[in-house]
């Protein structure tokens, strides 16, 4: 199992800090108020020097930061942030893909420049909607000013490649309000776009009020039809839908998500980061102080376990099927040295007869039904290897 002595050529970075906790989120962020900002930047330090002693990188070919809001920092944190980045991960790909997810309206040309400057080459914006009245239902403190502004900043900057993510399935959202959206977004003509549903997750404002049968969202129906709105209108724009909720132009898909999806292993720092390295996979310590307590004895892990090869095969089928053009055979053998119909083959036959899966030339895809019923395609795999594949 490959997964078990490859070392990660990806880094996943978590800044835990927000300016305000919106109403749908269950990520690891706590409000930026009174929080020990450059203690944990030490504490990010020490986790980076200890992983990279223990597993020592080699060329890095995509770097994430992630949040939280990592452009709550200043522009002095941003440097020094940045700067440690590139002492415990020195050997960067010529062309690495290094992303930063911002919030429009936190971006002062400032802290752009000190993060062109860091290395960041590629901005997540966090946009969510172009409708005020939508952003503020849902907790967002943004408005579509603060959009355009953020965007023009970047440009301005020298950046250019740019994502921005939007949401469906939001409470009073319509089919019109997401088509005016679509507009709006499409007359940016970024290279790459991002579009989620909402999901209602547990220990959310949103939650509370969905368990009270006070959050207004749109029929099943009508979620169905602004998925199918946002192909069709990205389709026709020149983009190429290459993950379930990803679109982008040729040559600007995320190759950091695409680490995740290809099933390859990366390293996880921060409060409450995942991490898979040689095979295993851990969490660290969520909360702000404990976790910068921790790294001052050791690695701040909270739990971790080491990934079974039937795990690790079922991995594979349910996060590449997540990949438009899907799953290929070559890459699963490369990956455990066994053949993927030999595993999956009862399964892989259930759902071509479904026609839910489509045979390619390498491998096997999502059909058009099969992108739309994703989670239970995925689900077929949890257990399913055929029994002779499992002694």
Not at 12 to 32: A, E, G, M, R
Request: proline share 4%.
């Amino acid at each position: 199992m490959i997964q078990r002595h490859e070392t990660p050529q990806a880094v996943y970075i978590h800044i835990p800090f927000c300016t305000n906790k919106c109403h749908y989120c269950d990520f690891n962020s706590y409000v930026l108020k009174g929080q020990p900002v450059m203690d944990y930047l030490d504490a990010l330090e020490r986790e980076m020097e200890q992983t990279a002693t223990l597993v020592p990188p080699r060329q890095i070919e995509t770097i994430f930061v992630g949040g939280g809001t990592p452009t709550v920092l200043l522009p002095d944190q941003m440097e020094s942030f940045l700067r440690r980045v590139k002492t415990y991960f020195p050997d960067q790909a010529p062309n690495i893909e290094f992303t930063m997810e911002a919030n429009p309206g936190t971006t002062d040309l400032e802290k752009l420049q000190a993060m062109k400057e860091g290395g960041v080459n590629r901005i997540s914006f966090g946009v969510q909607s172009f409708d005020n009245a939508l952003l503020e239902g849902i907790g967002r403190i943004h408005n579509t000013d603060d959009v355009y502004r953020s965007l023009e900043n970047a440009r301005k900057v020298g950046f250019t490649n740019m994502s921005i993510d939007l949401m469906f399935g939001l409470p009073k959202q319509t089919v019109a309000t997401m088509n005016d959206s679509l507009d709006k977004a499409l007359a940016l003509d970024l290279p790459h776009y991002s579009i989620y549903s909402l999901k209602v997750e547990e220990n959310t404002l949103f939650h509370t009020l969905y368990q009270k049968n006070q959050l207004p969202l749109p029929e099943e129906d009508e979620e169905l039809d602004m998925f199918l709105l946002i192909m069709n209108r990205l389709k026709d724009a020149g983009y190429t839908q290459y993950e379930i909720s990803n679109f982008a132009k040729p040559g600007f898909e995320s190759r950091h998500n695409s680490m995740y999806w290809l099933n390859r292993s990366y390293y996880g720092i921060g409060a409450g980061a995942h991490g898979y390295t040689r095979g295993i996979r851990h969490i660290n310590i969520k909360g702000v102080q404990p976790y910068i307590d921790a790294t001052r004895t050791g690695l701040p892990i909270l739990e971790k376990h080491e990934v079974s090869e039937q795990d690790a095969m079922e991995d594979f089928m349910m996060v590449g099927l997540r990949l438009l053009k899907g799953v290929r055979s070559a890459d699963f053998y490369t990956q455990f040295q066994r053949e993927l119909e030999s595993v999956f083959g009862s399964v892989l036959n259930k759902l071509l007869s479904q026609k839910l899966l489509e045979k390619t030339a390498d491998g096997y895809r999502l059909s058009e039904q099969g992108v739309l019923l994703g989670n239970e395609v995925f689900g077929e795999f949890l257990g399913g290897l055929e029994q002779a594949s499992v002694s």
